[in-house]
């Protein structure tokens, strides 16, 4: 199955350690997503990557949030110094990146639960 | 802001009953795309449908049916005979065009089909 990989698919954190999700984009796919969902809400968006870019990252919190999409290897949504509030699902989400498509399907990964107690 | 509202939190049919999710959408854009995403019980998302607004042809897939109508800003989904198998939340999320399209989310409608 050549989805979109997320990795790990539940992760707890005591508050103030770091969290690290790992996001693998689907073969041939170069932009990638992440969105956030919070108990009973639908999902917001963080970040929009590309290969080493940073696009948009309006929707991602100023401080303690980075996210990273190296040339080789996953994008990586980092968290330091977890906060209770941080508990949610953390979707990843690819597209193919086409030049001068207006819109593309963006293909979401399983998830990664987090839970800071 | 752009923004989408799906009004009914959660509907509840017996199986084989038909069921619309209605989706109304704010946007400024005069041309944008649509998607609808199924989240069943174990959490993934599912790609269903995207529609452009140039397009306001109903289509049609299977059992399942998206009413697109651009003078009222809905774009709402219709399942015919539903299963079991159809309990999930669905999302209606239109794109909203800040320089790169950015999916905007509605709260979801959870839909419970029973036997």
């Known amino acids: 199955n050549a989805g979109v990989m997320q990795n790990p698919r539940h992760l707890v954190r005591r508050r103030g350690q770091e969290a690290r999700l790992r996001c693998s984009p689907m073969?041939?796919?170069?932009?990638v997503y992440w969105y956030r969902q919070l108990p009973e809400e639908g999902l917001k968006f963080m970040v929009y990557?590309?290969?080493?870019?940073?696009?948009?990252e309006s929707g991602m919190p100023k401080e303690r949030f980075s996210a990273e999409f190296p040339k080789e290897g996953p994008s990586i949504l980092r968290i330091q110094q977890v906060v209770r509030g941080d508990s949610a699902a953390y979707f990843c989400?690819?597209?193919?990146?086409?030049?001068?498509?207006?819109?593309?399907?963006?293909?979401f990964g399983p998830g990664t639960r987090l839970l800071v107690l | 802001a752009q923004k989408v509202t799906q009004a009914q939190t959660e509907i509840s049919v017996v199986e084989k009953e038909d069921v619309t999710l209605d989706c109304v959408y704010e946007?400024?854009?005069?041309?944008?795309?649509l998607f609808w995403y199924k989240q069943p019980p174990s959490g993934e998302l599912v790609f269903l449908i995207r529609?452009?607004?140039?397009?306001?042809q109903n289509e049609i897939s299977g059992r399942y049916s998206w009413n697109f109508q651009k003078s009222t800003s809905s774009f709402n989904f219709t399942i015919t005979a539903s299963q079991v198998v159809d309990s999930a939340v669905y999302f209606c999320?239109?794109?909203?065009?800040?320089?790169?399209?950015?999916?905007?989310f509605g709260t979801g409608t959870r839909l419970l089909v029973s036997p």
């Open positions: 989400a690819s597209s193919q990146g086409l030049a001068g498509e207006t819109s593309e399907t963006q293909y």
């Open positions: 073969k041939g796919h170069s932009h």
């Open positions: 990557l590309q290969k080493e870019n940073i696009i948009d």
């Open positions: 946007t400024r854009d005069t041309t944008y795309y």
């Open positions: 529609r452009n607004s140039f397009d306001e």
């Open positions: 999320a239109p794109v909203v065009n800040t320089g790169f399209q950015k999916l905007v």
